[in-house]
């Protein structure tokens, strides 16, 4: 075995002595160490990498990430999750004053101004009910072109998701009461009592 005299920082071979068990010398420890550290390192590293292969390396392993984030981006199926949105995507409903339809175009500014302000799910099912005898409609027959007019106009003011007949009904202030008033009677005590006609 051929042997060369290698300096060694006197920190460093101070650290091994520290390290090294009792039962071995300094130099075979040393020799240990070095060829465990070796055994360790890859083929492509170098203890003094120069400072233009370093930005090198850099770059190639961006490279391997972009083209690994890509080809794991082509290679994923989307799911049925996905492909729902992209199905909605396409088939979209927007809003023209042409759906409107020919009974309620004297109204079809307000029905506008409510759509873009409306709250909710902007849908072709929801513009259907508004426009159907449940809806807007329903509401002009039975209550006259007025009764929907006010309908909108609070629809725009208050952001309601939706104008409907059963609502219209059920909370119109207009309605009128179902039920007789009773003529108001009044405590016994109230009454007015006169000399020539008695009590009233």
Not at 135 to 146: A, F, P
Request: hydrophobic residues 30%; aromatic residues 8%; glycine residues 4%.
């Amino acid at each position: 075995m051929t042997r060369q005299n290698t300096p060694i920082y006197k920190s460093l071979l101070q650290e091994c002595k520290n390290k090294k068990p009792e039962w071995t010398s300094t130099t075979s420890f040393v020799n240990e160490m070095l060829a465990r550290g070796l055994a360790t390192l890859d083929a492509c590293d170098t203890l003094k990498a120069p400072s233009g292969a370093d930005t090198q390396k850099k770059e190639q392993k961006k490279e391997r990430k972009s083209e690994g984030a890509l080809s794991n981006r082509s290679n994923r199926v989307s799911n049925s999750i996905n492909k729902e949105k992209e199905i909605f995507k396409k088939t979209r409903f927007k809003f023209s004053k042409d759906l409107i339809p020919f009974e309620l175009q004297a109204l079809s500014t307000l029905i506008e101004d409510f759509w873009h302000s409306k709250k909710g799910k902007k849908t072709e099912a929801a513009f259907d009910l508004l426009m159907s005898e449940k809806g807007l409609l329903g509401i002009k027959k039975k209550y006259g072109e007025e009764a929907a007019k006010d309908q909108i106009e609070l629809a725009i003011a208050s952001e309601w998701q939706s104008i409907l007949l059963k609502n219209h009904e059920t909370f119109s202030v207009s309605k009128k009461a179902n039920w007789n008033n009773e003529p108001v009677t009044g405590h016994p005590a109230q009454r007015v009592f006169t000399a020539s006609r008695g009590f009233e």
